[in-house]
C-alpha cells in the first residue's frame, strides 16, 4: 500500500498521464456521489465544485504523456 | 475516349476560378469542405452552450425580455446546490438512473444470450421482443397509465393473481412509495430490447472457433460463460450502459406522461424540475445554471466512462 502510495505520488510529481487521471477519476465520481447521495445536504452543496475540478482536470491531463 | 463526368464538370469551369482553385493546397481544399460542418457545429451546440453559461451568471427571464438583465454572480448555482426540493429531485433521478440501468443490463443481456441460441422461430422472437423500442414514450407513457389503473388495470391484476391483494387496494401511480418504481418499470419494458440488441450484436461477434477450442479443452459451459462470453461482449455491455446512462439522465416524455413528476415530487426527475423552472415559472438565469450543473455532470462521467471503455477495448 504504501508502496503503491509512493509510486502514485512519484508519477503525479512528474506529471504522467495514467495518475493524474485516476486523480480525476476519483474525483468525477465522488462530485456524482456527493450530488445524489440521500445522506447530507452539505456534501450535495459541494458536488458541483468538486465534479468541475475533476472534468477540467481530466480534460487537461488527457493530453499529458504517458 | 469516354468523358468522366468529373471531366465534364471541370471542362465547364470557368477558367478562372479553376486556376484559383489550382493554386490551393489540399488542406486548404479540405477545410474549405469541412468549414459548412464546422459552422453548423459551432452555431447549434457550442455558441448555445457558452450563451448558457453567461446567462447562468444572470437574472435574466425571458418572458420579461425589457427588463434589465443583472449580472448575480454565483447566486444562482448557490440556492440551487443547497434547496432540498432540488436535492430531492437529484435523489429521484439517481434511484430512476441506478434501477433501469441494471434491471434493463440483466434482463437485456439474458434476453440476448437466449436469442442468440438457434431455435425454431428465433427472428419472430426478436421482432416481437424488440416492438416496445419502436413505440413512442408518449404512447408507452399512455399506455402504461391505463395498466397501472388500479380498477381495471392488468397490472394490477397481475399482482393480485401471484399475491393474494385486492387489485383495487394499490395504486402504482399514486402511492408515494411506489410511483418511483411505475416509471422505473415502464421505462425497462420500453428500453431493455435496445440494449438486448447491443448485447446481441456482441454475442454474434464472438467467433465459434473460440467456443470449440475451449470444449478442446474440456471448459465447462458456466467457465466458458465467465472467461469467453462475459470479457468479449463487456466492450458492447459497456456501450449499452454509456446510451441508456445518458438517456435517462435526461428522461422527461415518459415520465411527464406516466406521473407528471407526482405524487407530490416523488417521480420529478432534474429534466422535468429543469423545465418548470425554465418554461413554466420562467427563471431563465437560474435554469441555465441547473442546466450547466447537469452537463458537467452528465459530461465528467461520460468522459471516465468512455476512457473506461478504450481501456475494455485494448484489452
Not at chain 2, 33 to 58: D, E, G, K, Q, Y
Request: with cysteine; glycine share 6%; aromatic share 14%.
Amino acid at each position: 500500500m504504501i508502496t503503491f502510495l509512493r509510486t502514485f505520488i512519484s508519477s503525479l510529481l512528474q506529471f504522467r498521464r495514467g495518475s493524474w487521471e485516476m486523480l480525476a477519476t476519483i474525483m468525477i465520481a465522488l462530485g456524482v456521489f456527493m450530488l445524489m447521495q440521500p445522506f447530507l445536504l452539505g456534501l450535495y452543496s459541494y458536488s458541483f465544485i468538486v465534479t468541475l475540478v475533476g472534468t477540467v482536470m481530466f480534460i487537461i491531463v488527457s493530453h499529458f504523456p504517458e | 475516349m469516354t468523358v468522366s463526368p468529373i471531366d465534364r464538370v471541370a471542362a465547364k469551369t470557368p477558367s478562372g476560378v479553376a486556376r484559383r482553385i489550382k493554386g490551393f493546397s489540399d488542406r486548404t481544399i479540405a477545410w474549405i469542405f469541412v468549414a459548412p460542418t464546422v459552422f453548423l457545429l459551432l452555431a447549434v451546440n457550442i455558441f448555445p452552450l457558452i450563451w448558457t453559461i453567461r446567462l447562468s451568471f444572470t437574472n435574466f427571464r425571458v418572458n420579461r425580455p425589457n427588463n434589465d438583465v443583472e449580472w448575480v454572480g454565483l447566486r444562482n448555482y448557490q440556492r440551487i446546490l443547497t434547496d432540498p426540493d432540488v436535492w430531492n429531485t437529484m435523489q429521484a433521478t439517481a434511484h430512476f438512473l441506478i434501477w433501469t440501468i441494471t434491471l434493463q443490463v440483466l434482463i437485456g443481456f439474458i434476453l440476448a444470450f437466449l436469442i442468440n441460441k438457434k431455435f425454431k422461430g428465433n427472428d419472430m422472437w426478436t421482432t416481437i421482443i424488440v416492438f416496445p423500442m419502436m413505440l413512442s414514450p408518449a404512447v408507452v407513457g399512455n399506455f402504461w397509465t391505463f395498466l397501472y389503473q388500479p380498477q381495471i388495470g392488468l397490472f394490477n391484476y397481475v399482482i393480485a393473481f401471484f399475491t393474494g391483494a385486492d387489485p383495487a387496494s394499490f395504486s402504482m401511480i399514486g402511492d408515494v412509495h411506489l410511483a418511483p418504481w411505475a416509471i422505473v418499470i415502464a421505462d425497462t419494458w420500453m428500453w431493455t430490447p435496445f440494449v438486448m440488441l447491443i448485447c446481441l450484436a456482441g454475442l454474434r461477434s464472438i467467433p465459434d472457433s473460440i467456443y470449440e477450442a475451449a470444449e478442446c479443452d474440456r471448459a465447462s459451459k458456466w467457465r466458458q460463460f465467465w472467461t469467453i462470453t462475459i470479457p468479449m461482449a463487456l466492450p458492447f455491455l459497456m456501450l449499452a450502459v454509456l446510451f441508456r446512462g445518458i438517456e435517462n439522465f435526461k428522461m422527461f416524455d415518459l415520465v411527464v406522461q406516466l406521473t407528471g413528476g407526482g405524487p407530490g415530487n416523488t417521480t420529478t426527475l432534474t429534466s422535468i424540475d429543469l423545465k418548470r423552472e425554465a418554461f413554466e415559472k420562467w427563471r431563465t438565469g437560474y435554469s441555465s445554471a441547473y442546466a450547466v450543473i447537469l452537463f458537467v455532470t452528465v459530461f465528467g462521467l461520460a468522459s471516465i466512462y468512455v476512457k473506461a471503455l478504450n481501456k475494455v477495448k485494448e484489452r
